[in-house]
C-alpha cells in the first residue's frame, strides 16, 4: 500500500519533521484510523469525527507520531501519512485478547467510565482488570519512550492511559508531557471508591500540564491531590507540587471544528436531504435527541420527560414528534445491552399509549450516521433535547448550534453536560427532574422567535470563538509553557 511501512524499525528518519517548532506525539486507546481489505486491496478510512481529525492536522503540521491500539483490526506495524507525502507515523499498539477483556472492557469501560461518570452502581473493579490496565499502559509509554526525538512533546489522551504520564516520565525525564481528561473527573468522595486511587492519581501527575473540559473538573482532582495524596496544591496558580515538580492543571474547555458544520449547514444537499426528513416525519414540531447508547446519556430520562409533557399538554399530540438516534456503544458489555432493552421496552409503551390517526409520536433510529447525514438531522429539528446524566463536554449540543445558521432552534441541554458551563444561554434542565423537562419543551416550543435568535447567535459566537483549532493550540501554548523551567533554576545554567 502506498505510504505505508509495515518495518519494525523507526521510520522516523524518512519524515521531513518538524513544520512548526517541536515534534508532537500523541498517544490514545484507539487508532484514528482503520485499514480496510478489499477484493486483495487495501484502503485507509479514517475512524473517528473531528477531535482525530484536527490531531491528524496537527500531526501533518508539526510532524511526529499518533501511537494508538488498531481496535483488534489487522493493520501493519506502521504506517506512513499522509500517502504520497508522508509527514508524520501512525503505530500500532498490538494488544491480546487478555489485554482487550480486562483492559478495554474491564478495566476502562466497566471501571473508570462509570466512575468518572458518578455512575458507582455500574462499577465494576477487580485485581485482574488493574493489572492489565497497568500492563497495556506501560506498553503505551515503552513505545513513546523508544520512538520519541529528544525535542518532542508528547500529548496522551483519556483515560485510558491514565498511568502513561509517569510511566514515560521515567524513562524520558526530558520530555514535556501532557494529558487532556475527555470526560468528567468526579468528587473526592467519589472518586475515593476507586482501590487504586493513589497509583492512577500518580500516574496523571507525571504529566508536565493536566487539562479538563471545565473548572468544576479541575476543582476536584486539586480536592482529591490534596486530600487523597497529600501533595502541595496551589488552587489559584493551577499547580500541584509533586517530587519537587509542579504540575499545572486547568480547563480548556473542547470545542468543535465550527467552520465544518457551518459548510456542511450551507450546503444545499444537506439542505435538501432537511427537507426530506422534515416531509417524512410529517410533523409540526421535531425534536432531536442524538447520543451514543450509553446510560450516561439520560435515554431513558429523556423519554420519561417527553411522556410527560404528552401526558401534560394533550393539545399538542399529532403536532410534535420526538426523533430518537441512539448510535450503538459497546454492546459487548452487559449494562449496555441491558440499557438496549429497558429502552426498546419503553419507546414501544410510550408508542403504544399515545400513537392515533397514523401519528407516532416517537422515531427511533438505532444508527449511526456520518456528519452529513447528521447535520440534515440538525437542520430538520427545531429543538434539540440533549439530556446527559453526566458528560464531559457534550459536543452534540455545540454541532446542533454551529449547524442552525438560520437561528430558528431551540437548545435543551442537561446542566450536569460540561458544555453547560459554556452555553448558558440554552435551556439548562434538570434530567432527573421529570416534570421539569416536560415545562422546557413546552417553553421551548412556545418561544419568540426572537429570543431564539438572541439565544442561539450568543451561543454561536462561544463556539467559534472556541473551535477545535483554537483549543489545540491553547493546549500545547499551555504545555509548552509548563514544561519549561522556572527563571531561577536557569541561572548559572548553560542550555543547549
Same mark, same amino acid.
Given at each position: 500500500?502506498?505510504?505505508?511501512?509495515?518495518?519494525?524499525?523507526?521510520?522516523?528518519?524518512?519524515?521531513?519533521?518538524?513544520?512548526?517548532?517541536?515534534?508532537?506525539?500523541?498517544?490514545?486507546? /484507539?487508532?484514528?484510523?482503520?485499514?480496510?481489505?478489499?477484493?486483495?486491496?487495501?484502503?485507509?478510512?479514517?475512524?473517528?469525527?473531528?477531535?482525530?481529525?484536527?490531531?491528524?492536522?496537527?500531526?501533518?503540521?508539526?510532524?511526529?507520531?499518533?501511537?494508538?491500539?488498531?481496535?483488534?483490526?489487522?493493520?501493519?506495524?506502521?504506517?506512513?501519512?499522509?500517502?504520497?507525502?508522508?509527514?508524520?507515523?501512525?503505530?500500532?499498539?498490538?494488544?491480546?485478547?487478555?489485554?482487550?477483556?480486562?483492559?478495554?472492557?474491564?478495566?476502562?469501560?466497566?471501571?473508570?467510565?462509570?466512575?468518572?461518570?458518578?455512575?458507582?452502581?455500574?462499577?465494576?473493579?477487580?485485581?485482574?482488570?488493574?493489572?492489565?490496565?497497568?500492563?497495556?499502559?506501560?506498553?503505551?509509554?515503552?513505545?513513546?519512550?523508544?520512538?520519541?526525538?529528544?525535542?518532542?512533546?508528547?500529548?496522551?489522551?483519556?483515560?485510558?492511559?491514565?498511568?502513561?504520564?509517569?510511566?514515560?516520565?521515567?524513562?524520558?525525564?526530558?520530555?514535556?508531557?501532557?494529558?487532556?481528561?475527555?470526560?468528567?473527573?468526579?468528587?473526592?468522595?467519589?472518586?475515593?471508591?476507586?482501590?487504586?486511587?493513589?497509583?492512577?492519581?500518580?500516574?496523571?501527575?507525571?504529566?508536565?500540564?493536566?487539562?479538563?473540559?471545565?473548572?468544576?473538573?479541575?476543582?476536584?482532582?486539586?480536592?482529591?491531590?490534596?486530600?487523597?495524596?497529600?501533595?502541595?496544591?496551589? /488552587?489559584?496558580?493551577?499547580?500541584?507540587?509533586?517530587?519537587?515538580? /509542579?504540575?499545572?492543571?486547568?480547563?480548556?474547555?473542547?470545542?468543535?471544528?465550527?467552520?465544518?458544520?457551518?459548510?456542511?449547514?450551507?450546503?444545499?444537499?444537506?439542505?435538501?436531504?432537511?427537507?426530506?426528513?422534515?416531509?417524512?416525519?410529517?410533523?409540526?414540531?421535531?425534536?432531536?435527541?442524538?447520543?451514543?447508547?450509553?446510560?450516561?446519556?439520560?435515554?431513558?430520562?429523556?423519554?420519561?420527560?417527553?411522556?410527560?409533557?404528552?401526558?401534560?399538554?394533550?393539545?399538542?399530540?399529532?403536532?410534535?414528534?420526538?426523533?430518537?438516534?441512539?448510535?450503538?456503544?459497546?454492546?459487548?458489555?452487559?449494562?449496555?445491552?441491558?440499557?438496549?432493552?429497558?429502552?426498546?421496552?419503553?419507546?414501544?409503551?410510550?408508542?403504544?399509549?399515545?400513537?392515533?390517526?397514523?401519528?407516532?409520536?416517537?422515531?427511533?433510529?438505532?444508527?449511526?450516521?456520518?456528519?452529513?447525514?447528521?447535520?440534515?438531522?440538525?437542520?430538520?429539528?427545531?429543538?434539540?433535547?440533549?439530556?446527559?446524566? /453526566?458528560?464531559?463536554?457534550?459536543?452534540?449540543?455545540?454541532?446542533?448550534?454551529?449547524?442552525?445558521?438560520?437561528?430558528?432552534?431551540?437548545?435543551?441541554?442537561?446542566?450536569?453536560?460540561?458544555?453547560?458551563?459554556?452555553?448558558?444561554?440554552?435551556?439548562?434542565?434538570?434530567?432527573?427532574?421529570?416534570?421539569?423537562?416536560?415545562?422546557?419543551?413546552?417553553?421551548?416550543?412556545?418561544?419568540?422567535?426572537?429570543?431564539?435568535?438572541?439565544?442561539?447567535?450568543?451561543?454561536?459566537?462561544?463556539?467559534?470563538?472556541?473551535?477545535?483549532?483554537?483549543?489545540?493550540?491553547?493546549?500545547?501554548?499551555?504545555?509548552?509553557?509548563?514544561?519549561?523551567?522556572?527563571?531561577?533554576?536557569?541561572?548559572?545554567?548553560?542550555?543547549?
Amino acid at each position: 500500500m502506498n505510504g505505508t511501512n509495515a518495518g519494525g524499525t523507526s521510520a522516523v528518519g524518512n519524515i521531513s519533521g518538524h513544520r512548526d517548532g517541536r515534534r508532537l506525539i500523541v498517544i490514545s486507546n /484507539r487508532a484514528p484510523i482503520r485499514v480496510v481489505h478489499e477484493n486483495g486491496h487495501e484502503r485507509i478510512e479514517p475512524t473517528v469525527g473531528g477531535v482525530g481529525s484536527t490531531f491528524l492536522r496537527l500531526l501533518e503540521h508539526h510532524g511526529g507520531l499518533w501511537i494508538a491500539w488498531s481496535g483488534g483490526q489487522k493493520t501493519p506495524a506502521r504506517l506512513l501519512l499522509p500517502a504520497g507525502d508522508p509527514r508524520f507515523a501512525l503505530i500500532f499498539a498490538s494488544l491480546s485478547e487478555r489485554d482487550v477483556s480486562n483492559y478495554y472492557y474491564g478495566m476502562c469501560n466497566r471501571g473508570l467510565w462509570p466512575l468518572m461518570h458518578y455512575m458507582i452502581s455500574n462499577c465494576h473493579f477487580s485485581a485482574a482488570y488493574w493489572k492489565q490496565y497497568q500492563n497495556v499502559n506501560r506498553l503505551f509509554a515503552e513505545m513513546a519512550a523508544a520512538e520519541a526525538l529528544p525535542d518532542d512533546q508528547v500529548w496522551v489522551q483519556d483515560f485510558h492511559l491514565a498511568l502513561v504520564p509517569q510511566m514515560l516520565r521515567e524513562r524520558r525525564p526530558e520530555l514535556p508531557i501532557g494529558i487532556f481528561w475527555h470526560v468528567p473527573f468526579p468528587p473526592e468522595q467519589l472518586f475515593r471508591i476507586l482501590p487504586w486511587r493513589g497509583e492512577l492519581l500518580g500516574g496523571m501527575l507525571g504529566a508536565d500540564l493536566i487539562g479538563f473540559h471545565t473548572s468544576a473538573y479541575v476543582k476536584h482532582f486539586l480536592d482529591c491531590c490534596e486530600h487523597v495524596m497529600g501533595l502541595a496544591v496551589n /488552587r489559584e496558580s493551577g499547580e500541584v507540587t509533586v517530587d519537587q515538580r /509542579r504540575v499545572r492543571v486547568g480547563a480548556f474547555p473542547l470545542g468543535i471544528p465550527a467552520d465544518f458544520f457551518a459548510g456542511l449547514a450551507a450546503s444545499e444537499r444537506v439542505r435538501e436531504r432537511a427537507g426530506r426528513i422534515r416531509r417524512a416525519l410529517r410533523s409540526q414540531i421535531v425534536v432531536l435527541g442524538v447520543d451514543r447508547l450509553d446510560y450516561t446519556k439520560g435515554i431513558i430520562e429523556r423519554l420519561a420527560g417527553f411522556e410527560r409533557f404528552l401526558e401534560n399538554n394533550p393539545a399538542y399530540h399529532r403536532r410534535v414528534a420526538l426523533v430518537l438516534i441512539a448510535v450503538p456503544s459497546r454492546t459487548k458489555v452487559a449494562d449496555y445491552a441491558l440499557l438496549k432493552r429497558q429502552l426498546d421496552e419503553q419507546i414501544g409503551r410510550v408508542v403504544g399509549r399515545f400513537s392515533s390517526e397514523g401519528w407516532v409520536p416517537i422515531r427511533y433510529l438505532y444508527t449511526q450516521f456520518n456528519a452529513e447525514e447528521l447535520v440534515a438531522y440538525y437542520q430538520a429539528a427545531d429543538i434539540a433535547l440533549l439530556t446527559p446524566l /453526566r458528560d464531559g463536554m457534550n459536543l452534540v449540543a455545540k454541532e446542533f448550534v454551529a449547524s442552525h445558521l438560520s437561528d430558528d432552534a431551540v437548545l435543551i441541554l442537561s446542566e450536569f453536560a460540561g458544555a453547560a458551563e459554556e452555553l448558558t444561554e440554552a435551556l439548562l434542565v434538570n434530567p432527573y427532574d421529570t416534570d421539569a423537562v416536560a415545562r422546557r419543551l413546552r417553553q421551548a416550543i412556545e418561544m419568540d422567535p426572537a429570543e431564539k435568535a438572541t439565544r442561539l447567535r450568543a451561543m454561536r459566537a462561544k463556539i467559534d470563538d472556541n473551535d477545535l483549532e483554537f483549543w489545540s493550540a491553547k493546549f500545547l501554548r499551555a504545555l509548552g509553557e509548563a514544561a519549561a523551567p522556572p527563571m531561577e533554576s536557569l541561572a548559572g545554567v548553560s542550555v543547549r
